[in-house]
């Protein structure tokens, strides 16, 4: 409870604070958008009884939980507003991760690895960079979590257990449906945000991640990702014990992806905003 709570503090302050200025009747619209989204969709809503469960324990507003569970899309969201409002160039200048290292980007960048079974990318999120990998030889999926210490400090590695004997081990922040981590049927993700240029919204990534972990296959993992109702902007790498593994990169409604077996000779396509394997 607790750390919930803390971890609510934490993105509460940078929300409301002097990087982005942002009211609480902003911040509830928001949340209330995902709510509904995830209510209003059959596959989707038994995740929303889960995020009022959370609020209810951690004696938080449902709405915080939700705005939690949707961390990526309001930072995404509010760093689009902001620069519709300034312009491009005035928007670049007030970037508030500056400071930090710019602008988000994704690039992949095999030169990185000297085995060339490796896939990777990477999407500096704000504060630091994320870096994914999966090695189909190995069936080694793994990723870094570059972000602020505070929140660092209070993430958790949790199992989750289901009556039906499907199990979940996975890092998450306090309060979040789920962040990367594989399940008992060899299913594994991580994900990193990738620059939006407007609003985002839809199912939040936090709880496709969630999706994810709880499929029987990969297979069923990436299509449930697909058929989510989506305008985030995200990056998904979903592998498996048998060395198999699918990227999804979401922008707004579109997605791109990959489905590759065990052999994997790397190329990069870079574009503005997301870059992907052809």
């Known amino acids: 409870r607790k750390r919930i709570g803390s971890t609510w503090e934490f993105y509460y302050a940078l929300w409301t604070g002097p990087l982005y200025c942002v009211s609480d009747d902003e911040l509830r619209k928001l949340a ?7 209510r209003g969709h059959h596959a989707f809503a038994r995740y929303a009884t889960e995020i009022d469960a959370i609020a209810e324990g951690a004696l938080l507003e449902p709405w915080k939980i939700y705005l939690l569970n949707a961390r990526p899309e309001v930072c995404a969201s509010l760093d689009g507003m902001a620069g519709a409002m300034r312009g491009p160039m005035e928007a670049e200048h007030c970037n508030p991760w500056a400071k930090y290292g710019g602008a988000r980007i994704a690039t992949r960048d095999p030169a990185h690895f000297e085995e060339p079974d490796h896939t990777y990318f990477r999407g500096t999120t704000g504060i630091g960079e994320c870096t994914a990998l ?3 030889k190995h069936a080694l999926l793994a990723q870094n979590w570059d972000w602020a210490q505070a929140a660092e400090q209070l993430a958790v590695v949790c199992q989750l257990d289901r009556d039906d004997g499907h199990s979940i081990l996975m890092v998450t922040e306090p309060g979040m449906l789920a962040k990367f981590g594989f399940n008992s049927a060899g299913v594994g993700v991580t994900h990193c945000s990738l620059q939006a240029r407007e609003r985002v919204g839809g199912v939040p990534v936090h709880v496709l991640a969630r999706a994810v972990l709880d499929a029987s296959s990969l297979c069923e993992a990436a299509g449930t990702v697909m058929m989510a109702p989506r305008q985030t902007a995200a990056a998904l790498m979903l592998g498996d014990d048998k060395g198999s593994y699918h990227m999804l990169e979401l922008y707004g409604p579109n997605v791109d992806s990959v489905v590759v077996g065990k052999e994997l000779e790397p ?12």
């Open 267 to 278: 190329n990069t396509n870079v574009g503005e905003g997301h870059a992907f394997l052809q």
């Open 134 to 136: 999966f090695s189909p």
């Open 32 to 38: 209330a958008g995902f709510e509904a989204t995830l």
